[in-house]
């Protein structure tokens, strides 16, 4: 058990260069810890070329006691990944948790819940009302960007300026957590909040020292990038000013598919704009706006019939 903590530095090296994000590499850091930390306190302490699938399950066991399947799936998940790196680094003759299955989970379950219209009218009218001109159209475009476009908070905290392209109104989204780069049309409006943006943009910059050069398209009061944890304090503090009930930041995410679908854009369209690689992925939000099975209902025989039964005097319910 000496050689665990080199080798999870070593996994978390690997999973930096395969591009995964911050947030997700600390995240199976931290499970590895506390996995090898309840490994080392084990009477008498396994051998790590001698832990099996019995030692594994004991965990997860002991490690999702009354947590959500959730939990399960994703712990399983990353002690299966890192058993993979054992295996290839011949550290295991074989990765036990390839046969251990986690729970079914139904993806639909997990969805965050959408934002109202009202409510997106009160998160407007909360950034229209922040102190500082620069503050005010910061909120403006990261709402406008959130709602408008379906960006996921990391990748909209890596947008640097080139990304945008004026001539096009295209803004240009990296592929670090899908592995495939987009391109994603942007509204009128949003082409006229970030130009609103853009000035105050260079007025902070010119009033900090030494960063002009920042290509980061959000900044923060210092000058540099606005990090996803700044990202999701900004919209929470708007959120509570304006009574809204947010949970997180995906749920504009939500907002924006749901919102498309229900004025009838087109499944591959909405996939396309956000970004996955599987249609079965979007059709998730079709339990909330399906126009397409509305207007099948309308159009059914038994419309017909019940009219022609209402309609008639004598037949009257």
């Known amino acids: 058990m000496r050689r665990w903590d080199s080798l999870v530095d070593n996994y978390a090296g690997e999973c930096e260069a395969r591009g995964l994000s911050r947030e997700t590499i600390c995240s199976r850091r931290d499970e590895l810890e506390r996995f090898g930390c309840w490994l080392k306190r ?7 070329e001698e832990v099996d699938g019995q030692v594994l399950i004991a965990y997860i066991r002991r490690r999702t006691h009354f947590r959500a399947k959730s939990t399960v799936a994703g712990v399983s998940s990353q002690l299966r990944c890192f058993g993979e790196y054992l295996l290839a680094q011949g550290v295991w003759g074989q990765n036990p948790m390839r046969w251990v299955r986690g729970p079914r989970l139904d993806p639909r379950g997990r969805l965050p819940r959408s934002i109202g219209r009202a409510h997106l009218s009160k998160l407007w009218e909360a950034a229209g009302q922040q102190r500082g001109h620069y503050h005010q159209h910061l909120s403006v475009a990261v709402l406008s960007l959130l709602y408008g476009t379906g960006l996921r908070r990391g990748e909209l905290e890596r947008l640097d300026l080139e990304d945008w392209k004026r001539e096009e109104n295209l803004l240009a989204i990296d592929g670090r957590k899908t592995g495939c780069e987009r391109s994603v049309p942007l509204s009128e409006g949003i082409g006229r909040c970030l130009e609103a943006y853009l000035p105050w943009r260079q007025n902070l910059l010119e009033q900090q020292r030494g960063v002009n050069g920042e290509k980061a ?101």
Request: charged share 25%.
């Open 217 to 317: 398209l959000l900044l923060n009061r210092q000058g540099k990038r606005l990090s996803a944890q700044s990202l999701g304090l900004l919209v929470h503090r708007l959120a509570r000013r304006a009574a809204v009930p947010l949970v997180s930041l995906h749920q504009f995410r939500h907002t924006c598919a749901s919102d498309l679908l229900e004025s009838g854009a087109s499944l591959p369209e909405v996939q396309s704009l956000l970004g996955h690689k599987r249609v079965e992925t979007t059709s998730r939000y079709l339990h909330i706006a399906d126009p397409e099975r509305a207007r099948a209902m309308s159009r059914h025989p038994l419309n017909d019939y019940l009219k022609e039964l209402i309609t008639k005097p004598e037949n009257a319910l």
């Open 42 to 48: 084990r009477r008498p302490k396994p051998k790590l």
